[in-house]
């Protein structure tokens, strides 16, 4: 596609369900990422993907956290067991590679709320 | 380790006035600076960025120069619109880490017309 695309836009779910968010990243690139935005926080790095390489998962904050791509291509990121604490945008961006030293594209984000 | 510092929000400007939003930041060898511009709604898009030290990107009126002496990268504009109002993020890419980037905690612009 022309852009990122993600999915839901907006999730609103019950503390203790599972939730999955949908990343669809432009067509070619093969860095793909995962980042939270908390009001007043920035942006919080979650993981990261690279080609068909093993996912660097580093910034996970916990192990509800999973996220996988298929094919090199489309991503989804898991939260299971969802808390009130996890209420953010999740915010997936992609590259031509991560030798495109910085300049990713985003998508518009899924905003998870919590209840 | 790697990290960006920039002024807190809101910033409310009237349309027309200069502005500038300041970003400092500590990395060691020398980083890709970035702002990046979050309008209501949207996904984050690059705004401008520069590669190496005395560089000024520029873009849509904005402009921002790296400044290795003082570590900055302030973000300027002569004139703002009301368009403008967004949240702005000063970005780094040092290569290092997971992801290589570390971005700021955003800026909020608003612009009253």
């Known amino acids: 596609g022309a852009g990122v695309s993600q999915s839901p836009s907006n999730k609103v779910t019950e503390k203790g369900k599972d939730v999955e968010l949908r990343c669809d990243p432009i067509?070619?690139?093969?860095?793909l990422y995962w980042y939270r935005q908390s009001l007043g926080q920035g942006l919080e790095f979650l993981i990261y993907?690279?080609?068909?390489?093993?996912?660097?998962k580093s910034g996970l904050p916990s192990d509800r956290f999973s996220a996988e791509r298929t094919g090199g291509s489309v991503s989804t990121l898991t939260i299971q067991r969802t808390q009130q604490e996890d209420s953010a945008v999740y915010l997936c961006a992609s590259s031509l590679s991560k030798g495109s030293a910085g300049e990713l594209f985003f998508g518009e984000g899924s905003r998870l709320t919590v209840l | 380790g790697d990290s960006v510092t920039q002024m807190e929000g809101p910033v409310t400007l009237s349309e027309e006035a200069f502005l500038t939003i300041n970003c400092t930041y500590t990395?060691?060898?020398?980083?890709?600076l970035f702002w990046y511009v979050q309008y209501p709604g949207e996904g984050l898009q690059l705004l401008l960025k520069?590669?190496?030290?005395?560089d000024k990107g520029s873009n849509k009126g904005f402009e921002a120069t790296y400044r290795k002496e003082t570590t900055s990268f302030h973000l300027e504009k002569g004139s703002v619109q009301v368009s403008d109002s967004a949240v702005y993020f000063c970005?780094?890419?040092?290569?290092?880490?997971?992801?290589?980037?570390?971005f700021g905690k955003g800026t909020h612009l608003i612009i009253q017309p």
């Open positions: 067509s070619g690139h093969t860095a």
């Open positions: 990395a060691t060898g020398y980083p890709s």
């Open positions: 993907f690279q080609g068909n390489s093993a996912p660097d």
């Open positions: 520069a590669t190496k030290a005395d």
């Open positions: 970005a780094l890419y040092s290569g290092g880490g997971a992801d290589g980037l570390t």
